[in-house]
């Protein structure tokens, strides 16, 4: 198997998380017999010292000479003044750009979409950032569909982040994209981090924090985790907290920014990815297991979401 070539630009000034996360979660996805499924390398636009925003240096390995090498580009956050304050981009960042292969897949973690705002990658398409600098990029880059209200955007060849910590997100989305959800958790799983955010989960902005001494509703949401099998409705859970309806929906929205019906759909859908990836239960069987009924509704739920039926999926991730 062809290992996957993943080129990480950093930009003076970079946001070292973002550069960070790349090679640490793409380094953890591994196949069935441990190798490695994808190559990272970090590169500058030349191999001068990269300044990092949280108040020390580091020197690339490469130049940008190796992005003609890659079948995904990652520019994580930057503080680089022409893309972040002017819309305009660097001649050098243009030359860079250039060298990407036609087919090769861009990504953002961040402010990184400012480069590719500047660059015209992100006109007339969907695309998010860090919700603090929404307004600016909105100036910026008009042409761009912006939504900050979500951790991800993946339009196919061009996938953005939010800020900070979703570029985990991302990461893990396109190992699962590519490789399935079971090298995804497994890669998740060494990280110590959640195997899985929808891209269209709200990022966090602006929410109240629960008070330590309530009870909220994680305890319920890993109780309905054992039994998606069950057909669990908003009663049921409600009852579970020992909430009324009312208060629980509150409180379940305000701690995983969407409504219990739709986390609870989310979940069974991605129980229902993984057994059609690990098991041989026919579509109906799994359905039933993931508490969505017929097949026809897996169909319906996964065209949906996907874009294919189960057994397309199954094809394309078994054989992964």
């Known amino acids: ?3 996957h070539q993943v080129v990480v630009l950093a930009l003076d000034t970079v946001i070292g998380y973002d550069m960070a996360i790349p090679p640490q979660i793409f380094a953890e996805a591994t196949g069935r017999d441990g190798e490695r499924l994808y190559e990272v390398r970090i590169c500058g636009l030349d191999r001068s010292p990269i300044r990092v925003a949280s108040g020390y240096t580091m020197v690339p390995d490469h130049d940008a000479s190796i992005l003609a090498e890659a079948d995904t580009v990652i520019v994580p956050g930057t503080r680089i003044a022409g893309p972040r304050l002017h819309g305009v981009l660097p001649p050098a960042i243009g030359e860079a750009l250039a060298r990407v292969p ?4 861009i990504m953002s973690i961040c402010t990184g979409a400012f480069v590719l705002g500047a660059a015209g990658i992100l006109d007339d398409r969907p695309a998010t950032t860090h919700w603090a600098y929404a307004d600016e990029f909105r100036a910026l880059y008009p042409k761009v569909a912006l939504n900050e209200n979500v951790l991800f955007v993946d339009d196919g060849d061009v996938l953005s982040s939010a800020g900070l910590g979703a570029g985990v997100d991302l990461c893990l989305h396109v190992i699962r994209r590519d490789h399935g959800t079971e090298v995804a958790n497994r890669a998740a799983r060494y990280c110590v981090v959640p195997p899985w955010r929808e891209g269209g989960q709200s990022q966090y902005i602006d929410r109240h924090v629960p008070d330590p ?4 509703t994680a305890p319920t949401r890993a109780w309905a985790l054992t039994r998606l099998h069950e057909p669990i409705d908003l009663a049921a859970l409600a009852e579970h907290a020992r909430m009324s309806v009312r208060t629980f929906s509150r409180r379940f929205r305000a701690e995983t920014g969407m409504s ?15 057994l059609l990836e690990t098991t041989d239960l026919s579509v109906d069987a799994v359905a039933e297991q993931a508490g969505l009924g017929t097949g026809a509704s897996l169909r319906q739920h996964m065209r ?8 397309a999926y199954r094809k394309t991730f ?3």
């Not at 036609?102 to 897949?105: E, F, I, M, V, W």
């Not at 949906?304 to 057994?311: E, I, K, R, W, Y």
């Open 304 to 311: 949906a979401t996907l874009g294919v039926s189960p057994l």
């Open 318 to 320: 078994r054989a992964g």
């Open 102 to 105: 036609s087919h090769a897949r």
């Open 1 to 3: 198997m062809t290992v």
């Open 260 to 274: 219990p019906g739709t986390w609870l759909t989310r979940q069974r859908i991605e129980h229902a990815r993984h």
């Open 213 to 216: 001494g309530t009870d909220g």
